[in-house]
């Protein structure tokens, strides 16, 4: 296989196997490109933090497949200009946005499956058509669709670097199963993905803490290609200090712990630090548009960890989670179980409890119920933890992805000071940053890798052509 | 035992409850999002609402290597598999039977012993058709045991599953529910009409919910010639043999042949599919039932076809044996699966409406 490899030029080599790789090689085979997949992972972890995700975000004008009612360019552009403050190029977006709807049909004839949004997502069944089984589902059908246009694939197979000649790409060095290789092509795709998975660059980037983060996705996304893309003087896009991070349960894996080790239990919590005192509003606003701040709220804390705090009245008030919760009838023994001050744990509490007010508690929607004269403040949902059992949860920063990424063009194309490199495309997270530039939109990711993906793809075999 | 599998199958359901991914492809998910914490029932209930087809494992992105190490189908069956095992009486023939798919052949064998000596020593004096070989009435005084003892240990083990999953008291709306969901086999069909994961990895192919149908309506129809047979030889004196346009004829030949078509199918999807992703250790069992069921059908098609010759005694023989030793071992092999995946449709049924 490895000399087999090695001793042709491919029309076009795909580096990754995500689903912006997938979407681009399933284009440029369509046609009628000799196309390379080059995945660092081996096949059972294939598909990178695709494999992780579980709906994209779609634009459209009715009723559409499992989408209901309608969602159009303007609103879609102003969600997310809501939560990238501004951060994103217009044209880019709304290029992005335009041709979401036309994605979904896309998909669908290459072999992905859409369900109706998961119990408990209900807020999301207009704006994001989820993927039947998931993500996986999605990277397994593509694969499929990929092997029967007659696209290789080789696992295991890590770029480490893209050579340059001019503004042309000749070859890459990859390491396949553990031995070095020369694979020639005629144009590249880039869809590695971001960094967030090398330690010591994302500790450069924003401090030893970065040390107890923990990585929701693929071990394998580890910025090789985009670092080694940097160095020979590609334009850069995003923030290079800043990734995504939310709060998961600490007792998640250290890589790869996907949506399950997620906890939404924060806005019915007390949430307090390592000193068990309380650091901000865990009633600040819903859930979903609050989750995304608590990773930086908890790695800004000593020793970036949070601690949960609920009684029996609230516990099932959230979507289940993946560990049990600590239990405990008091506070004290609660704290102590999870390595707390137990007596400091119970003032904190005690402190709470004794500025709740009265109010009419209402779990799905702004309740106004708040403490009085408590710093921070809490400003909905404050209802006394007063009930036994205690439960309690370890939060940890948990980082979804990197903003850095490379500056394309509308074409997908990758630039240098010098201007476009003329064989050289990337697509999906590499490429993000221009249009999420901070924050993040839910089900964004998938659309970004759809989008530039079919587009990278559709230059790259027009270019050899 | 059951404990650590049960406690197993809880594991991994948990972690399913947290992620939800799978919920489009049957109704185990919908069924395991109603609640949070697992009693051991419900993980019977869950386990029996499973058809092991497999979407759940090749779409799941936490399979082993990963340390969550999930592989739910296999999970499931296992307990269903116990549950069958448990809840059956005897339960020791039931491990022997269901593991063993040698064991299964021995009986057949056996069984077909028994009718050949039968046929030797009582031959009648007069008859037509099989009643030449063998006496009408000495085959009633066999197969009417042979037929209703075995239902009543199933009946007595769905009494206990009954229990053991808090199904409530039988109605005709959840019977009807039950039985609509099972006529079309509604969740074999993958949520959406793609259907399994079973012979291709991750591709998806209607292969084995059709061959499913097929031995499943060959089944009925044959059970509904030898049923119509009965009939008419008790209510309308009408004796064997009967003609081609007879109601026996024209249910049990297409019967037989979609019976014999069928499980050659389901014996071939059994080869190619991944064995680790079902209960293993009845691999041999199940295939053995396969083949014993399908055995049934040929035969009987064959004895039709060889009407008049000489083979007629010999595969007289070869076909109520079959017949025979598939009723002994019918709480006690694959075949109880059907009584238990209607009753866990039912209950699912009164489940959902009691929590509407
Ligand atoms: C837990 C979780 C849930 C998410 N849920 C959603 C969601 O529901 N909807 C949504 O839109 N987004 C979601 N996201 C974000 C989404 O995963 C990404 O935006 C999207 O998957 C990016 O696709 P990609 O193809 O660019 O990268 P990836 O899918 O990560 O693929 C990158 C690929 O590159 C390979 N690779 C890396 N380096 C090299 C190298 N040097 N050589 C060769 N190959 C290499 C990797 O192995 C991998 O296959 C989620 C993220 C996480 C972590
Ligand atoms: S089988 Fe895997 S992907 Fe499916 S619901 Fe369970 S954990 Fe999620
Ligand atoms: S194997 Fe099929 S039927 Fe069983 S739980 Fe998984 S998806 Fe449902």
Same mark, same amino acid.
């Given at each position: ?44 972890? !294939? ?19 499992? /989408? ?135 500790? !450069? ?20 290609? /985009? ?155 404050? !209802? ?51 249009? /999420? ?29 | ?45 869950? @386990? ?55 064991? +299964? ?5 056996? @069984? ?26 000495? *085959? ?10 075995? *239902? ?67 089944? *009925? ?25 007879? +109601? ?49 059908? @040929? ?10 010759? @000489?083979?007629?005694?010999?595969? +007289? ?40």
């Amino acid at each position: 296989m490895a000399a087999a490899l090695q001793n042709q030029v491919w029309d076009i080599l795909v580096v990754g196997g995500g689903n912006a790789a997938l979407c681009a090689a399933i284009t440029a085979a369509e046609a009628g490109a000799k196309v390379l997949i080059l995945e660092s992972a081996p096949k059972t972890y !294939r598909g990178g933090n695709s494999r992780h995700t579980r709906n994209f975000r779609c634009m459209h004008r009715g009723p559409l497949s499992v /989408l209901t009612d309608s969602y159009d360019e303007d609103e879609y552009f102003d969600d997310l200009m809501r939560v990238t403050k501004g951060k994103t190029d217009e044209p880019m977006a709304r290029m992005a946005i335009r041709q979401s709807e036309d994605c979904l049909p896309w998909m669908e004839a290459h072999g992905v499956r859409f369900q109706p949004s998961l119990s408990g997502t209900l807020s999301l069944s207009r704006t994001n058509a989820f993927f039947l089984g998931g993500g996986k589902a999605l990277v397994n059908a593509y694969y499929n669709t990929a092997a029967d246009l007659g696209v290789t694939v080789a696992y295991d197979a890590e770029v480490t670097h893209v050579h340059i000649e001019g503004d042309r790409f000749t070859h890459v060095d990859v390491r396949i199963a553990g031995e070095m290789q020369k694979i020639q092509g005629r144009a590249i795709v880039l869809a590695s993905g971001g960094f967030q998975s090398d330690l010591e660059w994302l500790t !450069r980037a924003w401090g030893p803490a970065a040390a107890n983060f923990l990585i929701r996705g693929t071990p394998y996304n580890r910025g090789v290609v /985009l670092r080694d893309m940097l160095d020979q003087g590609a334009e850069s896009v995003g923030d290079p200090t800043q990734c995504h991070a939310v709060a998961i349960d600490g007792r998640a894996p250290k890589y790869d712990g996907g949506i399950v080790t997620r906890l939404d239990c924060v806005p019915f919590s007390v949430v307090v630090n390592r000193d068990a005192e309380r650091f901000y509003d865990e009633g600040e606003d819903v859930w979903p548009k609050r989750y995304a701040i608590w990773g930086r709220l908890v790695a800004a804390q000593p020793d970036q960890v949070g601690y949960a705090i609920i009684d029996s009245k609230s516990i099932d008030l959230f979507m289940p989670s993946v560990f049990p919760p600590i239990k405990a009838d008091t506070i004290e023994d609660l704290g102590r179980q999870m390595g707390l001050d137990g007596a400091k744990l119970a003032q904190t509490v005690g402190a709470f409890n004794a500025a709740c007010q009265p109010g009419t508690f209402h779990p799905t929607e702004l309740d106004g119920v708040a403490t009085n004269g408590l710093t921070p403040a809490k400003t909905n949902w404050a !209802r006394p933890i007063n009930q036994p059992p205690f439960y309690g949860y370890q939060l940890r920063p948990g980082v979804t992805f990197t903003y850095l990424g490379l500056k394309i063009d509308s074409h997908a194309q990758v630039h240098t000071a010098q201007g476009p490199l003329a064989n050289v495309f990337a697509a999906g997270e590499i490429m993000a940053g221009s249009i /999420l530039g901070q924050g993040y939109l839910a089900g964004f990711g998938m659309t970004i890798g759809t989008v530039f993906g079919r587009i990278a793809g559709a230059e790259a075999a027009k270019h050899v052509n | 035992m059951s404990t650590d599998l049960i406690q197993e199958a809880r594991r991994q359901t948990e972690i399913c409850n947290a992620c939800r991914y799978c919920e489009g492809f049957c109704s185990v998910f919908p069924a395991l999002t109603r609640q949070k914490a697992f009693a051991d029932g419900d993980i019977s209930h869950l @386990a029996n609402l499973c058809h092991n087809c497999r979407g759940c494992y090749y779409s799941c992105q936490y399979t082993e290597p990963h340390e969550f190490a999930l592989n739910f189908p296999a999970a499931l069956a296992e307990v269903r598999q116990d549950s069958w095992e448990r809840l059956a009486w005897p339960q020791p023939l039931a491990r022997r039977f269901h593991e063993n798919g040698v064991a +299964l052949g021995l009986i057949a064998a056996l @069984a077909f012993a028994l009718v050949f000596a039968l046929i030797q020593m009582l031959q009648p004096a007069s008859g037509e058709g099989f009643y030449a070989y063998v006496a009408h009435n000495a *085959l009633v005084a066999l197969f009417v045991p042979a037929f209703l003892l075995p *239902l009543v240990a199933v009946g007595v083990s769905l009494r206990r599953y009954w229990q053991e999953t808090g199904g409530t008291r039988l109605r005709w709306r959840n019977v009807l529910g039950g039985f609509r969901a099972a006529a079309n086999m509604k969740n074999l069909n993958g949520g959406q009409g793609q259907g399994c994961n079973f012979e291709n990895d991750d591709r998806y192919s209607d292969t084995r919910r059709w061959m499913h149908q097929a031995v499943m309506y060959g089944f *009925l129809l044959c059970f509904a010639a030898t049923s119509s047979g009965t009939v008419l030889h008790y209510v309308f004196d009408m004796q064997a043999p009967y003609g081609f346009f007879s +109601l026996p004829k024209l249910l049990g030949i297409p019967g037989g042949i979609l019976l014999t078509i069928g499980t050659i199918g389901l014996a071939w999807l059994k080869t190619k599919a991944d064995p680790k992703l079902g209960a293993v250790r009845v691999w041999g069992g199940e295939m053995g039932f396969i083949l014993l069921l399908g055995a049934t059908g @040929a035969s009987g098609l064959a004895l039709y076809a060889a009407t008049g010759t @000489a083979a007629v005694p010999m595969l +007289l023989a070869i076909h109520l044996g079959c017949v025979l030793a598939f009723f002994l071992l019918l709480p006690y092999s694959k075949m109880v699966h059907g009584f238990y995946r209607l009753a866990a449709l039912i209950i699912e049924d009164q489940k959902q409406n009691a929590k509407a």
